[in-house]
């Protein structure tokens, strides 16, 4: 299918929040609920960014996309755009909490002078990728390392040496673990967010005070980065 008006999509490949909990556990693996909620808030933020953006916006979840690997089911999401006729493609996730729309407006307005915009993570990944269909090719596209420290420096290499246009964001935060999360805290400093973070921060604290992080202690996995109250510096 052709698509005729804009040239430009909004592609939000997204991890759903359960799973994205469910993986990174950023509370501990006791506090669930709590890595839910923060999941489920970077969703609902990332969904009023894409409507804000003015951009045709696409959602992917890649529990429901066709492909082997991550990359496989990535790429296959850029080139169904391409195939419908888009001729560039922005693509951003659901967990990057400093994402705003004036990234994605950047990236648009680059696209116009570069080939290829990547906006990259503080731990060597993309939170931000635009690319033109003209330098898209999925195979190559499928194999870089993705889900690694090296995926940044990796997919600029690729697109340097297929043009040498490759335009760079400023580097943001993703959510992978309880430090990126208060990483994050630390330099957001006020707003409606971080008001969030620290409410989840003070029911995980209400937790620790009524004792029972004694008896979970000695059940809990050792991926729970609250087994203490010390941690908890807010």
Known sequence: MKHSNSKIALLVYAICPRIQAEKKAVFGSIHFQQSLALFEKLQDRTQRIAQESGLETFWVFDDTQVGKSFGERYSKAFADLFQQGFEQVISVGNDIPGLEVAHILDAKS?????????GPAEDGGNYLIALSRSHFEEKSFSQLPWNSNKLHSAIKGLFQNQNGSVFQL???????????????????????????IIQLLRSILTFFEKGEYFFNDRITSKDNPLRAPPALNF
């Open 170 to 196: 400023e580097y943001l935060i993703d959510i992978d673990d309880f430090n990126s999360l208060t990483r994050f805290k630390a330099e957001l400093k006020s707003g409606e967010f971080y008001r969030f």
């Open 110 to 118: 680059q696209l116009q002078n570069s080939q290829t915009i990547l």
